[in-house]
């Protein structure tokens, strides 16, 4: 984030939790303006819960608490549903990690890109249709006349990510929050989502958080790094210095990244010792 720029998202001790037991997410603050960020850690470190909590889709049975917590400028705590409609898709959307389980089974390509403008912009059908189209080509999809009346389960796994990144831009938010976006996609299909993320991002002068736990695509991709562990941030570092990172978590984070030269080899362990005594 620039020094000028004022941050799109402002969380301070947030955490996140059931009733009862320890906290899923402890205390974490962060800020993010107009730039690539990436949240990585392993499963269950609180990542999916904290880009929830952002868009107002934790489940009831858990609790949040923040000392601040605002989004383009809103107090994002206790905001009321029609408050969450305007945010979500007008200033802020989020692409899931699966298109089998984000998309409407029953709902054509055109109609699910089409929906977010007739929810939050006004436009005339004619001007939805050319915008539909428009945005299908921009995110890398060809035939966009034919792909609108086809329905999810007639897409590859890669156009199905297409369409789901296509129906959280369809708007022009200014902020995308990506939860694992590539997760159910190939080595090579990862990269090419990625990228055109990271091209999307640029072209529209948008910022980015992108949850992981590949190192590699978040070096490659974004600029800066928060790493959680068990709920906490445990490291902040810009993205290009991972392979140098002296945190003992981020290192064999880094050290574990599965490859040709690690096939048939055992992967390095967290020494938990070292990180007890981390500083």
Not at 37 to 51: W, Y
Request: hydrophobic share 40%; charged share 20%.
């Amino acid at each position: 984030m620039t020094a000028n720029a004022s941050p799109f998202i402002i969380a301070d001790r947030l955490t996140i939790g059931l009733p009862e037991g320890r906290p899923l997410v402890d205390g974490i603050s962060f800020e993010i303006g107009k730039e690539r960020v990436a949240l990585v850690g392993e499963s269950g470190s609180g990542k999916s819960l904290t880009a929830r909590s952002l868009m107002g889709l934790l489940a009831p049975s858990l609790s949040l608490n923040a000392s601040q917590l605002s989004l383009a400028g809103n107090d994002i705590r206790h905001l009321k549903p029609s408050q969450w409609q305007s945010l979500r898709g007008g200033k802020v959307a989020m692409v899931m990690q699966d298109p089998k389980y984000a998309l409407n089974p029953s709902k054509t390509i055109g109609w699910q890109v089409e929906e977010p403008l007739i929810l939050h912009r006004k436009l005339s059908r004619r001007q939805r249709q050319e915008k539909v189209l428009a945005m299908l080509e921009a995110v890398g999809l060809t035939n966009p006349q034919q792909l609108i009346k086809r329905y999810p389960n007639q897409l590859s796994g890669g156009m199905g990510q297409r369409i789901m990144l296509a129906i959280a831009l369809i708007t022009d938010p200014e902020f995308l929050i990506a939860d694992e976006p590539t997760s159910a996609l190939d080595h090579a299909m990862r990269d090419q989502v990625l990228s055109l993320i990271q091209d999307l991002v640029a072209q529209r002068d948008m910022g980015l958080l992108l949850i992981s736990h590949d190192l590699q695509q978040v070096a490659d991709h974004c600029q800066r790094v928060m790493v959680m562990y068990q709920g906490q941030i445990l490291d902040r570092l810009a993205a290009k210095d991972l392979a140098q990172a002296t945190h003992p978590y981020t290192q064999t984070l880094w050290a574990c990244r599965p490859s040709l030269a690690t096939k048939g080899k055992r992967l390095p362990t967290l020494d938990r010792a070292a990180l007890e005594g981390y500083s």
